[in-house]
């Protein structure tokens, strides 16, 4: 009751976009840090971060570094997420992993909290936190299921250049201007020139023709609910900063009018409704960044089903999408005594 | 064979994006043009327009203007059609009408060359050219529904400012330069800040929730290809200057490999296929915008759906989905001998 515990928090990709989002929902959200522990690769070794009013020097992340840490927060990309993570399991840190590295793996939990908290009770030490797409899309999908049954799920994303990191920001933002005056854009991050231009994929092609980021949405959708919905993803990049939009048809096993949904949705957690047609307010990138909440607008019949729905979803890729949702793990493991 | 018949054209909204694609469109596919006649309102009456090398007043659109016009392309937005396209069927002219106005009109054919040019032989003077994102659509949907049959099509579609006319695209470049310049964006012509931004609505709102773009699909779909194709859309409007993309769900009666697919679409008529995923080349707006084929990608199986498949389709919306469909129109009535 009193004497409240409290934790050595190690970010792993301390300087990285989701790295700093990390630290600044830790601290907006008053999670009880006794010790920070910032870790990136050896070249951003020696950087200062911020962490409120304490500068602190970045360590390099090698698996001596992760001794006494309570909860690793790693946002340093696949790569480094497996040749690293292992060790710091080892080394007793719980580690929530933001990467894809270990999201597929049996024995490891990949967690919604709003979805299914649950499987944090059998964690061995590493949690996975979903793709950014995959986790503002079920915090919609999982109210709607319990209710109503879904059967099947069509999604288009409107994807931001944040989910590439700082530097797709900074290309985004300098292609613009090239283009403004009358200059080439030139890709360097992103494959393909992103001002004023979609990218209809985001990551590798998979055999099947799909990306990686889109076989993603349908593995990791299927993991979280705990049963296989079929889930078809197209992910596409548009020139917006920060904020993913999805554009999503779900066919459910029975008749649901919009007023159904809208009641079921209006009760659930994390959840905004924004669909005021006379106002025109809805849910827009633009507006959701920076914001914790899973916004949904647009929800009206399917004209093509009986049994469909439209909806549009929009929520901050690196706050419901990576940094928030790994720290609401962190809460709810506290709060279950699992730590 | 020899003396091959020469034509006076109207061209009504002539100062606008798509009155100006019309003219261009007409001069690059060397249409029969004895005479021009660029129409306005009254704003802009007295305007001088270039047509090639010449440079031509705007007269004033009213229906004594009509007299001797052979084609009137008219492109001035629904209201000023339905105020004048009946006189200058009245006059004799045959009109391709590329607003809302009289789309739906039992009358009236609705015609995407490619598709259904048979409908043109019972015009009444009156042919309507349809919305940009449906024609684009349709061109890809026939050849698959013929071959396969098409059960239902889900579409979200990201749509470029062009189509909201000149001033969007200004628009845009303003926006874009007032938020890299840290200044706020404001709208004027379009309902809500587009630079760095997605919209997810396009025109007006009609009772069931849709806008009046996406029942536009719907119903246009239905009406071209001639049998009422379910089509549910959602219309998304993002910051790129030119040419509209879609990201397409179709379900077919029966299984198609994407390969099937493949094979029909590129014997088809206007379709280039841009789909290599080692060269990552797929249609993005950027490269689309300025040719006049309909480019389809991203063809894959769908995941959730035995009998789905996945495609990317891009087109520019001021030609197919606007300027060349009304001069195909034109050019087949002429090739029919309807004129």
């Not at 020097?57 to 001794?67: L, R, S």
């Not at 996975?128 to 069509?154: E, M, W, Y």
């Not at 797709?168 to 360097?188: F, R």
Request: aromatic fraction near 6%; charged fraction near 20%.
């Amino acid at each position: 009751m009193t004497m409240k515990k409290k934790y050595t928090v190690g970010i792993l990709g301390a300087t990285g976009l989701v790295g700093r989002e990390m630290i600044k929902t830790l601290l907006e959200r008053k999670f009880p840090v006794a010790k920070w522990v910032p870790l990136a690769s050896a070249r951003s070794a020696g950087t200062v971060v911020s962490v409120g009013k304490q500068h602190l020097p970045v360590q390099i992340a090698e698996p001596e570094a992760f001794k006494g840490i309570d909860f690793l927060f790693s946002s340093a990309g696949g790569n480094v997420s497996k040749a690293l993570v292992p060790a710091a399991v080892e080394q007793g840190c719980i580690v929530i992993d933001n990467t894809s590295a270990f999201r597929m793996q049996d024995w490891v939990p990949l967690v919604v909290p709003e979805v299914n908290a649950e499987a944090l009770r059998n964690h061995k030490g590493l949690i996975a936190n979903p793709n950014c797409s995959t986790a503002q899309l079920v915090v919609v999908l999982k109210p709607l299921h319990d209710a109503f049954g879904i059967k099947r799920i069509v999604c288009s994303t409107y994807q931001a250049v944040s989910g590439a990191g700082n530097k797709a920001i900074e290309e985004l933002y300098t292609q613009s201007e090239q283009v403004l005056s009358g200059q080439p854009a030139l890709p360097q991050v992103l494959p393909y020139p992103i001002a004023f231009n979609v990218i209809p994929f985001i990551g590798d092609f998979e055999p099947n023709g799909y990306t990686n980021e889109e076989m993603k949405m349908t593995h990791e959708v299927a993991k979280i609910m705990g049963e296989a919905i079929p889930t078809t993803a197209t992910c596409v990049r548009v020139p917006v900063a920060n904020g993913h939009s999805e554009s999503v048809n779900i066919e459910f096993s029975r008749p649901v009018s919009p007023q159904e949904a809208r009641l079921v949705l209006q009760e659930a957690p994390l959840i905004t409704i924004r669909d005021d047609r006379q106002l025109r307010h809805f849910p827009y990138p633009l507006d959701v960044s920076g914001t914790d909440s899973v916004y949904v607008g647009r929800i009206r019949e399917d004209v093509s089903h009986p049994h469909g729905l439209n909806l549009w979803i929009v929520a901050d890729n690196l706050r419901k999408g990576a940094a928030l949702n790994a720290v609401q793990i962190a809460e709810k493991m506290v709060e279950m005594g699992l730590v």
